[in-house]
């Protein structure tokens, strides 16, 4: 093979979901990587195994509706683009109603067993703890919210911004066998059907066996919300370590506490609004709901949905066994706190994810300023392609603004205002308006299919565009 068939290799840092999609789609165009993983010899505040693409916080990817969902149509997108990460994630499914969730031990094996069987990718266990050796000409920096401190201290003096930060929780997992099923009842709400659930399957459990659907619910009346919303209120939190005080919480992601302190109403039109579901014993909706979702393929394991939280472990228990059906709960997990790290990207970074003050490096993932694990692999998608377009010496063509990766793409290296800037989930609110081709707006319910349609379009035309002109050997 000739030079241009035989590129240098790209350095990957972080074998997070953005690193891993990263590499593999370098891999898939023949450009050799190098993947550089930190654990296990360098642990992290929220990581527990040493696999790739761990899931640290929800075992959901969100709706998987890809006409009527922006992240869903973000699924289908990079589906369609051979992302490694949605190849796992679907082999790994879990029923979830409408939303794909996935076993998260098997989603990481799955990720991991493909990098480590690919042979253009070296998967090296390394702490990078500053800025690359120069030599390093391509390098993709996808180390997510728990960046080492050496490297994110480097980047920080480089760009003479640095970084804004927020912290991201994680919520607690229940051992299914400790949920009282004669309170508690199987149901998805408004009874949706989705991937990894149809609704029809043989339920195992005591007391359960009648029943359908993906979710489980606790019923709250009115007096058990309101000792419960008392409860949160007077539970005491985490301490933060002084460098994390006056850090701004992400507002999509925000502790159940924190939720319940902003008014005793908060959490009965959030995560614990009760409308689309029926208690069994009573014939009617109750005043308020705790639903938890299946977190194993074993179905053992079910997590809080949306109780992401910073109280102390002692009273976490305490707290959540107020729960109508978690009286004698027994947790596997419990919630936690960790801090999130991001760069102000529309100002540092250019259209094509390098850094300006030192285009060698690209960024992917949480670090640009996405949220979610999808948002965060879309971009390693991104960065994967631009990196191995440069490599190849071919042109680099951003996808269209009208598709979920374009909009996301545009709002982190331009669209959104720098000066304002926070981390943002994938929205049809930051796509281009759409019209009929008379010029009329289109009606607000044939909005989102009409989007989803375009968007899927343009993106066929886009991969036919950026299809790579050397192909791997």
Same mark, same amino acid.
């Given at each position: 093979?000739? *030079?241009?068939? !035989?590129?240098?290799?790209?350095?990957?840092?972080?074998?997070?979901?953005?690193?891993?999609?990263?590499?593999?789609?370098?891999?898939?165009?023949?450009?050799?990587?190098?993947?550089?993983? &930190?654990?296990?010899? /360098?642990? +992290?505040?929220?990581?527990?195994? @040493?696999?790739?693409?761990?899931?640290?916080?929800?075992?959901?990817?969100? !709706?998987?509706?890809?006409?009527?969902?922006?992240?869903?149509?973000?699924?289908?997108?990079?589906?369609?683009?051979?992302?490694?990460? &949605?190849?796992? *994630?679907?082999? *790994?499914?879990?029923?979830?109603?409408?939303?794909?969730?996935?076993?998260?031990?098997?989603?990481?094996?799955?990720? +991991?067993?493909?990098?480590?069987?690919?042979?253009?990718?070296?998967?090296?266990?390394? +702490?990078?703890?500053?800025?690359?050796?120069?030599?390093?000409?391509?390098?993709?920096?996808?180390?997510?919210?728990? $960046?080492?401190?050496?490297?994110?201290?480097?980047?920080?003096?480089?760009?003479?911004?640095?970084?804004?930060?927020?912290?991201?929780?994680?919520?607690?997992?229940?051992?299914?066998?400790?949920?009282?099923?004669?309170?508690?009842?199987? /149901?998805?709400?408004?009874?949706?059907?989705?991937?990894?659930?149809?609704?029809?399957?043989?339920?195992?459990?005591?007391? @359960?066996?009648?029943?359908?659907?993906?979710?489980?619910?606790?019923? &709250?009346? /009115?007096?058990?919300?309101?000792?419960?919303?008392?409860?949160?209120?007077?539970?005491?939190? $985490?301490?933060?370590? +002084?460098? =994390?005080?006056?850090?701004?919480?992400? @507002?999509?992601?925000?502790?159940?506490? =924190? &939720?319940?302190?902003?008014?005793?109403?908060?959490?009965?039109?959030?995560?614990?609004?009760?409308?689309?579901? #029926?208690?069994?014993? #009573?014939?009617?909706?109750?005043?308020?709901?705790?639903?938890?979702?299946?977190?194993?393929?074993?179905?053992?394991?079910?997590?809080?949905?949306?109780?992401? $939280?910073?109280?102390?472990?002692?009273?976490?228990?305490?707290?959540?066994?107020?729960?109508?059906?978690? /009286?004698?709960?027994?947790?596997?997990?419990?919630?936690?706190?960790?801090?999130?790290?991001?760069?102000?990207?529309?100002?540092?970074?250019?259209?094509?994810?390098?850094?300006?003050?030192?285009?060698?490096?690209?960024?992917?993932?949480?670090? $640009?300023?996405?949220?979610?694990?999808?948002?965060?692999?879309?971009?390693?998608?991104?960065?994967?392609?631009?990196?191995?377009?440069?490599?190849?010496?071919? =042109?680099?063509?951003?996808?269209? @603004?009208?598709?979920?990766?374009?909009?996301?793409?545009?709002?982190? #290296?331009?669209?959104?205002?720098?000066?304002?800037?926070?981390?943002?989930?994938?929205?049809?609110?930051?796509?281009?308006?759409?019209?009929?081709?008379?010029?009329?707006?289109?009606?607000?319910?044939?909005?989102?299919?009409?989007?989803?349609?375009?968007?899927?379009?343009?993106?066929?035309?886009?991969? #036919?565009?950026?299809?790579?002109?050397?192909?791997?050997?």
């Amino acid at each position: 093979m000739n *030079a241009k068939q !035989s590129p240098l290799p790209v350095h990957v840092i972080g074998g997070g979901l953005a690193g891993s999609e990263a590499a593999w789609q370098l891999a898939r165009r023949g450009v050799p990587v190098v993947l550089h993983e &930190m654990r296990p010899h /360098q642990a +992290t505040e929220a990581h527990q195994t @040493e696999g790739l693409a761990e899931l640290v916080c929800s075992n959901s990817f969100r !709706s998987d509706d890809a006409t009527n969902n922006a992240i869903g149509l973000l699924h289908e997108e990079m589906r369609r683009c051979g992302s490694l990460i &949605m190849a796992a *994630a679907d082999k *790994a499914k879990l029923p979830a109603g409408g939303a794909l969730a996935v076993d998260r031990h098997r989603f990481s094996d799955a990720v +991991t067993e493909a990098v480590e069987r690919e042979p253009l990718i070296e998967l090296r266990r390394e +702490t990078i703890d500053g800025l690359p050796p120069e030599e390093w000409d391509s390098v993709i920096v996808a180390t997510g919210p728990l $960046t080492s401190s050496g490297l994110a201290e480097a980047i920080k003096e480089l760009t003479g911004e640095g970084y804004l930060a927020f912290f991201d929780a994680i919520a607690p997992i229940v051992y299914k066998d400790s949920i009282d099923f004669d309170i508690v009842w199987r /149901q998805s709400r408004y009874d949706k059907v989705g991937p990894g659930g149809d609704d029809a399957g043989e339920r195992t459990g005591e007391g @359960e066996n009648d029943q359908k659907g993906d979710y489980l619910n606790c019923p &709250m009346n /009115q007096e058990e919300y309101l000792a419960f919303i008392d409860a949160l209120n007077n539970a005491e939190p $985490t301490r933060f370590k +002084t460098w =994390e005080e006056g850090t701004p919480y992400f @507002e999509g992601c925000l502790p159940i506490e =924190e &939720m319940a302190s902003r008014g005793v109403d908060t959490l009965r039109y959030g995560p614990m609004k009760p409308v689309g579901l #029926t208690d069994p014993r #009573t014939g009617r909706r109750p005043y308020a709901v705790v639903q938890l979702r299946q977190d194993n393929a074993l179905g053992t394991l079910y997590n809080l949905v949306g109780f992401q $939280t910073k109280i102390r472990y002692k009273q976490q228990v305490e707290v959540f066994r107020l729960i109508p059906g978690l /009286q004698e709960a027994e947790f596997a997990r419990l919630g936690g706190l960790h801090r999130n790290t991001f760069l102000n990207s529309p100002r540092l970074l250019d259209g094509t994810l390098r850094l300006k003050a030192a285009p060698r490096l690209r960024f992917a993932g949480q670090v $640009t300023g996405v949220e979610g694990y999808v948002e965060s692999s879309a971009i390693g998608i991104l960065t994967g392609r631009f990196a191995a377009a440069e490599r190849l010496g071919e =042109e680099i063509v951003p996808p269209p @603004e009208t598709t979920a990766l374009g909009a996301l793409l545009g709002h982190i #290296t331009g669209g959104a205002e720098a000066e304002t800037f926070q981390p943002m989930n994938i929205n049809f609110g930051l796509f281009p308006p759409i019209h009929h081709d008379t010029g009329k707006p289109i009606k607000r319910k044939e909005r989102k299919p009409a989007l989803s349609a375009r968007a899927l379009h343009d993106l066929e035309g886009w991969l #036919t565009v950026s299809a790579p002109k050397v192909a791997a050997e």
